[in-house]
């Protein structure tokens, strides 16, 4: 796929009903995700998958939704973020035949990150 787009965040204000969130970007694995809620005080914690939320939509060029156990007290801000793991997994064998769909997602996941550090330099 081509990356198209740079959006790589997505932020929602809690109001202690809305459980379901959509993000509007690829990932490859839900773990690729990082889920913040930051609350009226302004700390901020860091939610896991599995305890805190689950991920529809992995791997859809156009997202999916992330679906919060306990939905985001009004308040309360949660910021979806993609965050690309700093590894580079595609091996390429020498005659072996060429897996474009394989280049194209070490293509796409490199873009990924570099828009992540791009926009937000953590």
């Given at each position: 796929?081509?990356?198209?787009?740079?959006?790589?965040?997505?932020?929602?204000?809690?109001?202690?009903?809305?459980?379901?969130?959509?993000?509007?970007?690829?990932?490859?694995?839900?773990?690729?995700?990082?889920?913040?809620?930051?609350?009226?005080?302004?700390?901020?914690?860091?939610?896991?998958?599995?305890?805190?939320?689950?991920?529809?939509?992995?791997?859809?060029a156009g997202g999916g939704n992330l679906t919060m156990l306990t939905p985001p007290a009004s308040g309360e801000q949660l910021t979806i973020?993609?965050?690309?793991?700093?590894?580079?997994?595609?091996?390429?064998?020498?005659?072996?035949?060429?897996?474009?769909?394989?280049?194209?997602?070490?293509?796409?996941?490199?873009?990924?990150?570099?828009?992540?550090?791009?926009?937000?330099?953590?």
């Open positions: 796929m081509t990356v198209s787009s740079s959006t790589s965040k997505v932020q929602y204000n809690g109001d202690g009903s809305t459980a379901v969130f959509p993000y509007t970007f690829k990932v490859f694995d839900q773990e690729d995700l990082t889920v913040i809620i930051r609350s009226v005080t302004g700390t901020e914690i860091t939610q896991t998958v599995g305890t805190h939320y689950t991920v529809s939509g992995v791997g859809g973020l993609r965050k690309q793991g700093l590894v580079q997994e595609l091996d390429l064998v020498p005659n072996a035949p060429f897996p474009a769909h394989s280049l194209e997602d070490a293509l796409d996941k490199l873009t990924f990150t570099v828009q992540h550090h791009s926009q937000d330099p953590d």
